[in-house]
């Protein structure tokens, strides 16, 4: 006779290691049936044709399945995280209104079956008032900077920043949150035990101490292609609404765009050069039948996301000083700094048509009035310094 696990959690968590999450076969014998007898069924291939197909290798090398979810269970112990399932006080409830949009021409984006989560919050609460940022992971300077400044601002406004790990747009909505002494999740494509990419590691501990990392596959599932995408549907029911910064036309995160507006979520998206092909997918999502919002600031995205009537965003920031009361030479160097970007002072001498040395001269006289700031031997606008 089978050796069944004796827990429903237990079972759960077999159950995500032998199919993939939101996959709608499986979720629908676990409703009719129960973790369980789920498990049984299984085991006894007494189940649809596909999820024997499914399923087939790993029963057949898995003689006691009650020792292998108690395996699983030992693994997610080791590495510091717990086991969530729906109905648990952190479990968050919006995560249901998957079961709103999957249908037959989408059967994969049912809510997960149990979430693996690293760090000491409680999801539900830090879910309760949140907002998710992706983008590209090839993103430029402008795209980080701006993912940066956006997610501090959110944070420093009460709310939890929500991406997925990655590089660029993820990382810097993360860093960003966190340099503010904010919480963020981020929902992985891997086990929660060796988040990817691994070059994040440093940002990915910071994370297990300030906020949490959450996967709905077991330890030691590798990151696969396939995964990202499903992993996407959760950073989008996860959060109030969604911001994309920089997006090709293929990206991911036009992926989590469609989730998020299928869901009745706030969709968002920043501008960008129109010469720009990391930009072309955010502003193709302006043209799309979801009716997606311009945002260029966190009171904006705010604004968007809280729905109370009247203007919540005040006017942008003055100039800092009237555009006219600067000499030739600065407001040259002025002009050609493009709005968003790090330039080096040779290329922007270049541009204003300005010996380098007078530049060089030029741009610490603007510093210290607040037009330009420096970032290492580069320049950029001052926020709110210059239109």
């Not at 395996?71 to 112990?77: R, S, Y």
């Not at 995280?81 to 648990?88: H, I, K, M, Q, T």
């Not at 720009?276 to 979801?290: F, T």
């Not at 968007?304 to 160097?333: N, V, W």
Request: charged content about 25%; hydrophobic content about 45%.
């Amino acid at each position: 006779m089978t050796n069944l696990p004796n827990d429903p959690r237990l079972a759960l968590m077999l159950l995500s290691s032998m199919v993939e999450p939101g996959d709608a076969d499986l979720d629908d014998l676990v409703e009719e049936t129960g973790p369980i007898e789920a498990v049984k069924r299984l085991w006894e291939g007494d189940v649809a044709e596909r999820l024997r197909r499914l399923t087939s290798a790993m029963v057949a090398c898995t003689f006691d399945p009650a020792d292998r979810a108690a395996q699983i269970a030992a693994a997610t112990e080791a590495c510091g995280a717990r086991v969530l399932v729906p109905g648990d006080p952190d479990w968050p409830e919006q995560l249901r209104d998957l079961l709103l949009v999957c249908d037959a021409d989408e059967p994969h984006v049912r809510p997960p079956r149990c979430l693996w989560v690293r760090g000491r919050h409680d999801l539900a609460a830090l879910c309760s008032r949140s907002v998710a940022i992706v983008g590209s992971r090839a993103a430029t300077e402008y795209g980080q900077h701006l993912a940066d400044d956006l997610a501090a601002d959110l944070t420093e406004a009460g709310w939890t920043v929500v991406s997925g790990g990655a590089f660029g747009i993820d990382r810097a909505a993360h860093l960003g949150a966190m340099a503010r002494g904010g919480a963020t999740v981020s929902v992985l494509a891997s086990g929660v035990e060796l988040p990817y990419p691994k070059a994040n590691g440093p940002m990915f501990d910071l994370i297990v101490e300030r906020g949490l990392l959450v996967s709905e596959w077991p330890p030691g599932s590798s990151a696969m292609k396939h995964r990202f995408l499903t992993r996407n549907r959760v950073i989008a029911a996860l959060s109030a609404g969604t911001v994309v910064i920089e997006a090709a036309n293929r990206s991911g995160a036009r992926n989590t765009a469609r989730h998020a507006a299928e869901l009745g979520r706030v969709l968002m998206f920043t501008p960008g050069p129109v010469t720009s092909s990391l930009s072309a997918g955010a502003h193709q999502l302006a043209r799309e039948p979801w009716e997606a919002r311009l945002v260029t600031r966190a009171e904006e995205v705010i604004e968007d996301l809280t729905g109370i009537g009247g203007p919540l965003a005040t006017p942008p920031p003055p100039q800092r000083r009237p555009f006219d009361r600067l000499t030739e030479i600065e407001s040259r160097l002025v002009e050609a700094l493009p709005r968003g970007y790090v330039v080096e002072a040779a290329r922007l001498a270049a541009a204003a048509g300005v010996p380098t040395e007078t530049a060089a001269e030029t741009l610490e006289h603007l510093r210290r009035s607040g037009w330009v700031d420096r970032i290492d031997d580069r320049w950029r606008l001052a926020r709110g310094g210059a239109a």
